[in-house]
């Protein structure tokens, strides 16, 4: 091979590895899900009310096997696959969430705690944890069903976990394709926070469930989009 073809060899496969560099970076490192706007048409003084589930798989993403949240659209009343959501600052959020994965013992029980919440307080409706209805500060997974999910902003002290469904169900009411519906066996959560001033406060849920990862660290865990994300609060 002469000397020109060498360097065109070389010159081709650095163009394709830099194509592979560039490609990974935009549409995976640098991508984002869309971030949905809570605050369209918000009257100051007025609560903000916001529904979330969470999925044990999605049908919308390269990952369905990945646990997941969802956001309801303000706007649309469709299910978004996204955890960027724009609040108005200094405003009451009330929250419902439906928590259709299955539940496990946790590895802490500080986590199972209800922390940063108007009250210090949640209630919990679901068959499978025995306590519809009731404002409770704790979810003792040493003596319920325990807990699938949080929703956890640490640099506001806001930690929620969610009761999950029992293994023991027949699969028939296992929800098996995000976003779930409603028929599927689920436990629902609801609470109230305020958002503090203008900022982008990180969230995630704290519990392990990045499948087939160290500790179950990684993964959906650790991905923006699935069970970590972000506050953008704005004035």
């Known amino acids: 091979m002469s000397l020109l073809a060498r360097a065109v060899t070389l010159l081709v496969a650095f163009l394709?590895?830099?194509?592979?560099?560039?490609?990974?970076?935009?549409?995976?490192?640098?991508?984002?899900?869309?971030?949905v706007d809570f605050t369209a048409g918000h009257v100051a003084g007025r609560p903000v009310d916001m529904t979330v589930m969470t999925d044990p798989v999605n049908d919308v993403s390269d990952h369905p096997d990945w646990v997941s949240y969802f956001v309801r659209s303000p706007q649309t009343g469709k299910w978004v696959h996204s955890t960027i959501w724009q609040l108005?600052?200094?405003?009451?959020?009330?929250?419902?969430?439906?928590?259709?994965?299955?539940?496990?013992?946790?590895?802490?029980?500080?986590?199972?705690?209800?922390?940063?919440?108007?009250?210090?307080?949640?209630?919990?409706?679901?068959?499978?944890?025995?306590?519809?209805?009731?404002?409770?500060?704790?979810?003792?997974?040493?003596?319920?069903?325990?807990?699938?999910?949080?929703?956890?902003?640490?640099?506001?002290?806001?930690?929620?976990?969610?009761?999950?469904?029992?293994?023991?169900?027949?699969?028939?009411?296992?929800?098996?394709?995000?976003?779930?519906?409603?028929?599927?066996?689920?436990?629902?959560?609801?609470?109230?926070?305020?958002?503090?001033?203008?900022?982008?406060?990180?969230?995630?849920c704290f519990i392990p469930c990045g499948l087939a990862t160290v500790d179950g660290n990684g993964h959906a865990m650790s991905t923006i989009g699935f069970m970590t994300g972000y506050l953008d609060v704005v004035s």
């Open 88 to 204: 108005p600052a200094h405003t009451r959020i009330n929250v419902t969430a439906y928590e259709f994965d299955t539940c496990d013992p946790l590895r802490n029980q500080v986590m199972g705690q209800v922390t940063g919440t108007i009250g210090g307080v949640m209630s919990v409706s679901g068959e499978t944890i025995g306590v519809n209805g009731k404002a409770i500060s704790l979810v003792n997974s040493d003596t319920t069903c325990g807990v699938a999910h949080t929703f956890t902003v640490p640099s506001l002290g806001i930690n929620v976990p969610f009761a999950g469904v029992p293994y023991a169900v027949p699969l028939s009411k296992v929800c098996s394709l995000g976003p779930c519906a409603m028929s599927f066996l689920h436990t629902t959560t609801t609470f109230s926070f305020v958002t503090p001033g203008p900022g982008e406060y990180r969230w995630q």
């Open 16 to 35: 394709a590895v830099t194509a592979g560099i560039v490609f990974v970076v935009v549409h995976i490192l640098l991508a984002k899900p869309p971030t």
